[in-house]
């Protein structure tokens, strides 16, 4: 069942969101060369609590943290560790989901560490593309594997692979709701979209094959052919008009 977010329960995941937004506009001057991404994963912990946030990910079927940190052809749910170590023209994505008064958002994006290399800042700006234009489809009316089709669809275009083994999904109280929103397939299929419904959204794509594999720690997801990935996230919330953007500064709608 996707349930229906009313008003007040709508107005806490917005806060979440806010709240996440800060944290993500100080990555940058954290993410530096020579930090571990358990330094990172400490820092995001003193991060959520002096904003009364819960962590949603730490305690999750016996994760320990506070966020995913992956990083080059790590694609998503990086663990934290001591020796993973940030350096020059890395591409690492931060993900973390946390609740606010008992409803969550959640949120990733994909930075390039130090000088920027082309190649890199291309396939950042795709998903980013195939985000929104997931986030278009987000409306009352259509169709769920609309999101999904349309964010293929400019992922492909520009030639980069659509990972298939992970999806967004619905969000709410829990971090993890129904439906599971493919980030592939054919448009017009699956549930009618209702305005209160509540979508985190978050396309991977890589620089080659799309295949992927959970490592030996059980959660860190890597591409087959080690080729470097990118992914993004932001929380949504389906209205009458715009889809409304929880995990941004300035929310259309
Ligand atoms: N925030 C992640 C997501 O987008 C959570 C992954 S599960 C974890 O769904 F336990 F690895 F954190
Ligand atoms: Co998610």
């Not at 298939?164 to 980030?183: C, Q, T, W, Y």
Request: hydrophobic share 40%; with cysteine; net charge negative.
């Amino acid at each position: 069942m996707i349930t229906l977010k009313n008003k007040a329960s709508i107005s806490k995941m917005e806060e979440a969101g806010r709240l996440l937004v800060e944290i993500f506009d100080n990555l940058a001057s954290i993410v530096i060369p020579g930090v571990s991404t358990l330094e990172i994963d400490s820092w995001v912990a003193v991060e959520l609590k002096k904003r009364e946030l819960t962590s949603k990910t730490k305690g999750y079927v016996g994760y320990r943290h506070v966020s995913c940190i992956s990083i080059n052809d790590e694609v998503v749910h990086g663990v934290p560790a001591a020796h993973k170590i940030i350096k020059t023209g890395d591409l690492v994505k931060v993900d973390i989901c946390a609740s606010f008064k008992g409803y969550c958002a959640d949120m990733a994006r994909s930075l390039i560490v130090g000088h920027s290399d082309p190649a890199l800042q291309k396939m950042i700006d795709v998903v980013q593309q195939a985000l929104d234009k997931g986030i278009d489809k987000a409306r009352a009316g259509n169709r769920l594997s609309d999101i999904s089709a349309a964010i293929q669809q400019e992922i492909e275009r520009h030639g980069f692979g659509v990972v298939r083994d992970f999806a967004g999904h619905g969000i709410g109280k829990s971090m993890h709701e129904e439906p599971e929103v493919l980030n592939f397939g054919d448009p017009g299929k699956g549930p009618i979209l209702r305005a209160g419904m509540a979508f985190a959204l978050e396309p991977m794509v890589t620089m080659g094959s799309y295949e992927v594999y959970i490592t030996q720690d059980g959660w860190t997801v890597k591409t087959v052919d080690k080729s470097w990935a990118a992914h993004v996230e932001d929380t949504i919330v389906v209205t009458e008009g715009e889809p409304k953007i929880l995990t941004r500064k300035i929310s259309a709608g």
